[in-house]
Nanobody
Framework: QVQLVESGGGLVQPGGSLRLSCVAS????????MGWFRQAPGKDREGVSC???????YYADSVKGRFTISRDNAKSTVWLQMNSLKPEDTGVYYC??????????????WGQGTQVTVSS
């Protein structure tokens, strides 16, 4: 079972940028589709972005044009570059070894996440 650790969150002003990292251990990422999900305060978890094992990237409409997902299998790392951040991007961001729906993700896949707060 792959173990994932997210980092890179923090407090940023609207319009700012952050780069989230997800480092894997215990297994190679080569054959995993990798997803970033988030949970805003008082809201349900939602999918943000996905990158397939062959490098195809997908984004939620709310982040298209602002966020970029990438991966380096040799480094066992997935990134989420977030630009032009908005207050509504605030939440805990999770890296998940799947691109399925939130409801289908096993409880054990949800790690600590990394907190992103967009506020002036």
């Amino acid at each position: 079972q792959v173990q994932l650790v997210e980092s890179g969150g923090g407090l940023v002003q609207p319009g700012g940028s952050l780069r989230l990292s997800c480092v894997a251990s215990g297994s190679t990422l080569d054959y995993y589709n990798m997803g970033w999900f988030r949970q805003a305060p008082g809201k349900d978890r939602e999918g943000v972005s996905c990158i397939t094992s062959d490098g195809s990237a997908y984004y939620a409409d709310s982040v298209k044009g602002r966020f970029t997902i990438s991966r380096d299998n040799a480094k066992s790392t997935v990134w989420l570059q977030m630009n032009s951040l908005k207050p509504e991007d605030t939440g805990v961001y999770y890296c998940i070894p799947s691109c399925t729906t939130v409801q289908a993700i096993p409880d054990e896949y949800w790690g600590q996440g990394t907190q992103v707060t967009v506020s002036s």
